[in-house]
T-cell receptor
Framework: KAGVTQTPRYLIKTRGQQVTLSCSPI?????VSWYQQTPGQGLQFLFE???????NKGNFPGRFSGRQFSNSRSEMNVSTLELGDSALYLC???????????FGQGTRLTVV | ELKVEQNPLFLSMQEGKNYTIYCNYS?????LYWYRQDPGKSLESLFV?????AVKQEGRLMASLDTKARLSTLHITAAVHDLSATYFC?????????FGAGTRLTVKP
């Protein structure tokens, strides 16, 4: 059974640009969550989607957005990138929101 | 606001020794998770604790949950080098999962 797949694995962007990250959950999983991991702030919850609906959102500015498609794949978008957005972005999927979550390998975003 | 506090944040152990990592949280949630992260890697699920008094063991690791004390522990028995990693606890409340800061464990020969 394939795990959670995140693409791309690495990304370098310039300040002011926008970026889209993709996450394909484990087959059959309908819940997808996104997290930002930085050395200073640790793991922070971005948002959670279930059946194409955003169920919860963390304390991040509106530049961070996401969506989920009917096949449960999810994307997150960050607009007007700032240096502080450099981080490892992790996606996790679960069969439903209250069960064990499985994480992807992450996308390491560097903003220069 | 849901807060999750782990201690210690850094732990250096000798092989063969025992130690406990603590995870305190501020909510009444009864869903607590432990994850392991190796450097440069993603998070690996270790334990899912879903009720008061839950105890789970896998190899040299044992996790427990006391929802009344809002405390979970991860006990390490007879540590080996392969256990060196960062360990996170996470608490789920209303679809909002909050992670502790992590405990960076180093096991030395």
């Amino acid at each position: 059974k394939a795990g959670v797949t995140q693409t791309p694995r690495y990304l370098i962007k310039t300040r002011g640009q926008q970026v889209t990250l993709s996450c394909s959950p484990i087959s059959g999983h309908r819940s997808v969550s996104w997290y930002q991991q930085t050395p200073g702030q640790g793991l922070q919850f971005l948002f959670e989607y279930f059946s194409e609906t955003q169920r919860n959102k963390g304390n991040f500015p509106g530049r961070f957005s996401g969506r989920q498609f009917s096949n449960s794949r999810s994307e997150m978008n960050v607009s007007t990138l700032e240096l502080g957005d450099s981080a490892l972005y992790l996606c996790a999927s679960s069969s439903d929101p209250n069960t064990e979550a499985f994480f992807g390998q992450g996308t390491r975003l560097t903003v220069v | 606001e849901l807060k999750v506090e782990q201690n210690p944040l850094f732990l250096s152990m000798q092989e063969g020794k025992n130690y406990t990592i603590y995870c305190n949280y501020s909510t009444t949630s009864d869903r607590l998770y432990w994850y392991r992260q190796d450097p440069g890697k993603s998070l690996e699920s270790l334990f899912v604790l879903l009720s008061n008094g839950a105890v789970k063991q896998e190899g040299r690791l044992m996790a427990s949950l006391d929802t009344k004390a809002r405390l979970s522990t991860l006990h390490i028995t007879a540590a080996v080098h392969d256990l060196s990693a960062t360990y996170f606890c996470a608490v789920d409340e209303d679809n909002d999962m909050r992670f502790g800061a992590g405990t960076r464990l180093t096991v030395k020969p």
